[in-house]
Nanobody, 121 residues
Framework: QVQLVESGGGFVQSGGSLRLSCAAS????????MGWYRQAPGMERDLVAT???????HYADSVKGRFTISRDNAKDMLYLQMNSLKPEDTAVYYC???????????????WGRGTQVTVSS
């Protein structure tokens, strides 16, 4: 099993910055792809950014150039540095682990409880 606990959310003015952290527990985390997703009220949960165990990253177009995802495999930590925040970034941000569970490539997702980010205009 994998347990994920997010922290670092809060209230910030437009143009400000926040750094989200996710503390992960469980075996084999260094081999897993980890990511951040967000969900605004009344909306679906959307991808923000992912990072593989080897460090390859992928970002949603809406956050490219503003957000940076990183991980510390030695500490089982995932981070999201968010700069130049906009009101449309307001959402609950969730930490995710996407794990391959068999040779056929089946995957399972683990989620944290989320942390609220609110950006005022």
């Amino acid at each position: 099993q994998v347990q994920l606990v997010e922290s670092g959310g809060g209230f910030v003015q437009s143009g400000g910055s926040l750094r989200l952290s996710c503390a992960a527990s469980g075996s084999r985390l260094r081999f897993d792809t980890m990511g951040w997703y967000r969900q605004a009220p009344g909306m679906e949960r959307d991808l923000v950014a992912t990072i593989t165990g080897g460090g390859s990253t992928h970002y949603a177009d809406s956050v490219k150039g503003r957000f940076t995802i990183s991980r510390d495999n030695a500490k089982d930590m995932l981070y999201l540095q968010m700069n130049s925040l906009k009101p449309e970034d307001t959402a609950v941000y969730y930490c995710n682990v996407n794990r391959v569970v068999n040779v056929e490539g089946a995957k399972i997702n683990f989620w944290g409880r989320g942390t609220q980010v609110t950006v005022s205009s």
